[in-house]
Protein backbone atom coordinates (compact mmCIF):
# COMPACT_ATOMS: atom_id res chain seq x y z
CA UNK A 1 0.00 0.00 0.00
CA UNK A 2 1.23 3.50 -1.34
CA UNK A 3 2.17 5.89 1.86
CA UNK A 4 -0.38 9.27 1.36
CA UNK A 5 1.41 12.12 0.48
CA UNK A 6 2.20 14.36 2.99
CA UNK A 7 0.24 17.79 2.68
CA UNK A 8 1.80 20.65 1.96
CA UNK A 9 2.77 22.98 5.38
CA UNK A 10 -0.19 26.13 5.70
CA UNK A 11 2.57 29.28 6.52
CA UNK A 12 0.79 31.10 9.70
CA UNK A 13 -0.98 34.08 8.49
CA UNK A 14 1.32 36.85 9.23
CA UNK A 15 0.39 38.91 12.16
CA UNK A 16 0.50 42.80 11.80
CA UNK A 17 1.59 45.14 14.30
CA UNK A 18 -0.91 48.09 14.61
CA UNK A 19 0.70 51.21 14.76
CA UNK A 20 1.18 52.50 18.10
CA UNK A 21 1.62 56.59 17.43
CA UNK A 22 2.31 58.02 20.77
CA UNK A 23 0.20 60.38 22.43
CA UNK A 24 1.14 63.86 23.00
CA UNK A 25 0.18 65.84 25.94
CA UNK A 26 -1.45 69.68 26.02
CA UNK A 27 1.92 70.51 27.88
CA UNK A 28 4.23 68.51 25.74
CA UNK A 29 2.89 70.71 23.04
CA UNK A 30 2.81 73.85 24.94
CA UNK A 31 6.17 73.89 25.74
CA UNK A 32 6.84 73.35 21.79
CA UNK A 33 5.14 75.98 20.82
CA UNK A 34 6.78 78.30 23.58
CA UNK A 35 10.85 76.95 22.67
CA UNK A 36 9.21 77.77 18.50
CA UNK A 37 8.48 81.70 19.40
CA UNK A 38 11.46 81.89 21.31
CA UNK A 39 13.65 80.31 18.71
CA UNK A 40 12.28 82.77 15.81
CA UNK A 41 12.65 85.82 18.29
CA UNK A 42 16.53 84.50 18.23
CA UNK A 43 16.95 83.64 14.80
CA UNK A 44 15.63 87.34 13.79
CA UNK A 45 17.20 89.43 16.24
CA UNK A 46 20.41 87.58 17.43
CA UNK A 47 21.47 85.45 14.32
CA UNK A 48 20.00 87.55 11.58
CA UNK A 49 20.98 90.94 12.91
CA UNK A 50 24.82 89.26 13.12
CA UNK A 51 24.59 88.24 9.72
CA UNK A 52 23.21 91.71 8.66
CA UNK A 53 26.17 92.98 9.72
CA UNK A 54 28.29 90.75 8.06
CA UNK A 55 26.98 91.28 4.66
CA UNK A 56 27.14 95.22 5.41
CA UNK A 57 30.72 94.86 6.00
CA UNK A 58 31.51 92.63 2.86
CA UNK A 59 29.76 94.86 0.36
CA UNK A 60 31.71 97.48 2.07
CA UNK A 61 34.84 95.34 1.47
CA UNK A 62 33.75 95.07 -2.23
CA UNK A 63 33.34 98.74 -3.32
CA UNK A 64 37.26 99.11 -1.68
CA UNK A 65 38.51 96.91 -4.15
CA UNK A 66 36.06 96.93 -6.79
CA UNK A 67 37.60 100.96 -6.60
CA UNK A 68 40.99 99.60 -6.58
CA UNK A 69 40.25 97.06 -9.15
CA UNK A 70 41.69 94.34 -7.25
CA UNK A 71 40.78 90.96 -8.51
CA UNK A 72 39.47 89.79 -5.13
CA UNK A 73 36.55 92.11 -5.70
CA UNK A 74 33.92 89.35 -7.42
CA UNK A 75 35.37 86.98 -4.27
CA UNK A 76 33.96 89.59 -1.77
CA UNK A 77 30.93 90.10 -3.76
CA UNK A 78 29.79 86.31 -3.79
CA UNK A 79 30.63 86.60 -0.05
CA UNK A 80 27.58 89.20 -0.04
CA UNK A 81 25.76 86.95 -2.47
CA UNK A 82 25.80 83.99 -0.12
CA UNK A 83 25.81 85.88 3.30
CA UNK A 84 22.65 87.71 1.60
CA UNK A 85 20.48 84.29 0.59
CA UNK A 86 21.69 82.97 4.22
CA UNK A 87 19.80 86.15 5.67
CA UNK A 88 16.60 85.37 3.59
CA UNK A 89 16.63 81.72 4.31
CA UNK A 90 17.18 82.21 8.27
CA UNK A 91 14.01 84.96 8.00
CA UNK A 92 11.95 82.12 6.16
CA UNK A 93 12.85 79.71 8.95
CA UNK A 94 12.07 82.63 11.23
CA UNK A 95 8.55 83.15 10.31
CA UNK A 96 7.59 79.63 10.31
CA UNK A 97 8.17 79.58 13.50
CA UNK A 98 5.81 81.81 14.43
CA UNK A 99 2.21 81.90 15.04
CA UNK A 100 -0.22 82.99 12.49
CA UNK A 101 -2.06 86.54 12.13
CA UNK A 102 -5.48 87.16 13.38
CA UNK A 103 -7.01 88.53 10.37
CA UNK A 104 -9.84 86.42 8.53
CA UNK A 105 -7.27 85.77 5.46
CA UNK A 106 -4.52 84.88 8.21
CA UNK A 107 -4.05 81.01 6.87
CA UNK A 108 -4.67 81.26 3.68
CA UNK A 109 -1.74 84.45 3.67
CA UNK A 110 0.28 82.11 6.06
CA UNK A 111 0.40 79.07 3.49
CA UNK A 112 1.10 81.29 0.52
CA UNK A 113 4.10 82.53 2.16
CA UNK A 114 4.92 79.04 3.81
CA UNK A 115 5.04 77.24 0.42
CA UNK A 116 7.89 80.11 -1.07
CA UNK A 117 10.08 79.53 2.30
CA UNK A 118 9.72 76.02 1.50
CA UNK A 119 11.28 75.97 -1.77
CA UNK A 120 13.85 78.66 -0.96
CA UNK A 121 15.09 77.24 2.41
CA UNK A 122 14.76 73.28 1.05
CA UNK A 123 14.43 73.70 -2.89
CA UNK A 124 11.76 71.73 -3.18
CA UNK A 125 8.81 72.32 -5.75
CA UNK A 126 6.44 72.79 -3.52
CA UNK A 127 2.46 75.02 -4.49
CA UNK A 128 -0.26 76.76 -3.04
CA UNK A 129 -2.82 75.91 -5.27
CA UNK A 130 -5.92 77.18 -3.82
CA UNK A 131 -8.08 78.50 -6.31
CA UNK A 132 -11.09 80.23 -4.01
CA UNK A 133 -10.02 82.52 -0.75
CA UNK A 134 -11.40 80.46 1.88
CA UNK A 135 -12.23 83.09 5.12
CA UNK A 136 -11.39 81.50 8.86
CA UNK A 137 -12.59 84.37 11.58
CA UNK A 138 -11.07 82.02 14.30
CA UNK A 139 -7.45 82.60 14.85
CA UNK A 140 -6.85 79.78 17.01
CA UNK A 141 -8.53 77.17 13.87
CA UNK A 142 -6.28 79.21 12.05
CA UNK A 143 -3.19 78.82 13.55
CA UNK A 144 -3.77 74.88 14.19
CA UNK A 145 -4.19 74.48 10.79
CA UNK A 146 -1.52 76.16 9.49
CA UNK A 147 0.80 74.57 12.25
CA UNK A 148 -0.38 70.66 11.27
CA UNK A 149 0.14 72.07 7.31
CA UNK A 150 3.57 72.51 8.39
CA UNK A 151 4.46 69.40 9.65
CA UNK A 152 2.50 67.37 6.96
CA UNK A 153 4.74 69.67 4.57
CA UNK A 154 8.02 68.56 6.03
CA UNK A 155 7.26 65.17 5.92
CA UNK A 156 6.91 65.20 2.62
CA UNK A 157 9.82 67.01 1.79
CA UNK A 158 11.73 64.46 4.69
CA UNK A 159 10.44 60.97 3.66
CA UNK A 160 9.95 62.08 -0.41
CA UNK A 161 12.34 61.75 -2.99
CA UNK A 162 11.97 64.91 -5.40
CA UNK A 163 8.23 65.09 -5.98
CA UNK A 164 6.02 67.96 -6.27
CA UNK A 165 4.52 68.99 -2.87
CA UNK A 166 1.07 70.23 -3.25
CA UNK A 167 -0.86 72.49 -1.12
CA UNK A 168 -4.41 73.39 -1.07
CA UNK A 169 -7.42 75.16 1.00
CA UNK A 170 -10.72 74.41 0.24
CA UNK A 171 -14.19 74.94 1.15
CA UNK A 172 -16.06 71.53 0.50
CA UNK A 173 -20.10 71.18 1.49
CA UNK A 174 -20.14 73.14 4.64
CA UNK A 175 -16.41 72.53 5.54
CA UNK A 176 -12.99 73.97 5.80
CA UNK A 177 -10.60 71.06 3.88
CA UNK A 178 -6.91 71.72 4.20
CA UNK A 179 -4.70 69.04 2.15
CA UNK A 180 -1.33 68.47 1.73
CA UNK A 181 -0.20 66.07 -1.17
CA UNK A 182 3.62 64.86 -2.20
CA UNK A 183 3.14 63.28 -5.64
CA UNK A 184 6.77 61.85 -5.64
CA UNK A 185 8.27 58.42 -4.70
CA UNK A 186 8.66 57.68 -1.31
CA UNK A 187 12.03 56.78 0.61
CA UNK A 188 10.07 53.27 1.56
CA UNK A 189 12.99 52.58 4.32
CA UNK A 190 12.23 56.15 6.07
CA UNK A 191 9.37 56.12 5.54
CA UNK A 192 8.62 52.37 7.31
CA UNK A 193 10.73 53.37 10.07
CA UNK A 194 8.53 56.54 10.85
CA UNK A 195 5.44 53.99 10.91
CA UNK A 196 7.04 51.50 13.35
CA UNK A 197 7.93 54.76 15.57
CA UNK A 198 6.46 57.63 15.08
CA UNK A 199 7.75 60.61 16.57
CA UNK A 200 5.83 64.08 18.20
CA UNK A 201 5.44 64.95 14.48
CA UNK A 202 2.27 62.66 13.55
CA UNK A 203 0.89 62.85 17.98
CA UNK A 204 0.99 66.28 17.36
CA UNK A 205 -1.22 66.71 14.11
CA UNK A 206 -3.55 64.37 15.50
CA UNK A 207 -3.68 66.35 18.62
CA UNK A 208 -4.16 69.43 17.09
CA UNK A 209 -6.98 67.76 14.74
CA UNK A 210 -8.58 66.57 18.37
CA UNK A 211 -8.81 70.24 19.49
CA UNK A 212 -10.84 71.65 16.90
CA UNK A 213 -12.97 68.23 16.70
CA UNK A 214 -11.47 67.92 12.76
CA UNK A 215 -10.91 64.24 10.53
CA UNK A 216 -7.30 63.92 10.22
CA UNK A 217 -6.29 61.33 7.58
CA UNK A 218 -3.31 59.90 6.06
CA UNK A 219 -4.27 58.33 2.56
CA UNK A 220 -1.13 56.67 0.73
CA UNK A 221 -2.15 55.76 -2.53
CA UNK A 222 0.43 53.98 -4.63
CA UNK A 223 3.06 57.14 -4.69
CA UNK A 224 0.75 59.30 -3.62
CA UNK A 225 0.18 60.46 0.15
CA UNK A 226 -2.38 62.82 0.99
CA UNK A 227 -2.82 64.44 4.50
CA UNK A 228 -6.17 65.96 4.39
CA UNK A 229 -8.06 67.96 7.41
CA UNK A 230 -11.67 68.85 7.69
CA UNK A 231 -13.45 70.66 10.21
CA UNK A 232 -16.84 71.53 10.07
CA UNK A 233 -18.10 75.60 9.68
CA UNK A 234 -20.26 74.89 12.70
CA UNK A 235 -17.71 73.41 14.92
CA UNK A 236 -15.39 76.65 13.66
CA UNK A 237 -17.83 78.73 15.29
CA UNK A 238 -18.71 77.05 17.99
CA UNK A 239 -14.82 77.09 18.57
CA UNK A 240 -13.47 79.73 21.41
CA UNK A 241 -11.38 82.49 19.62
CA UNK A 242 -8.48 82.97 22.30
CA UNK A 243 -6.84 80.87 24.03
CA UNK A 244 -2.96 78.89 23.88
CA UNK A 245 -1.34 78.87 20.49
CA UNK A 246 -0.41 75.32 21.37
Same mark, same amino acid.
Given at each position: ?53 ? &????? &? ?11 EADDAEQV?? /???EAIGKLRA???? /???? !? ?16 ? $? ?10 ADRPVTIS ?6 ? /? ?5 ? !? ?15 ? /? ?11 ? $? ?17 ? !? ?45
Open positions: MRAPKPKPAVAAPATVKPRRVRRITAAELEAVEREKVRLSIELHDGVGQHLTGI &AFLAK &ALANRLEAKRAAVR /LTNLARG /LRPT !GTEDNALAVALAQLVRDV $NQVFGSECLYVNPLVSHH /LYRIAQE !GIHNAVKHGLGGRITVD /LAQKQGAVVLSVT $NRGKLDVQRSQAQSESPGI !GIAGMQYRAQLLGAELSLEPVRSTVRLRVSIDRATIEGLPRDGEML
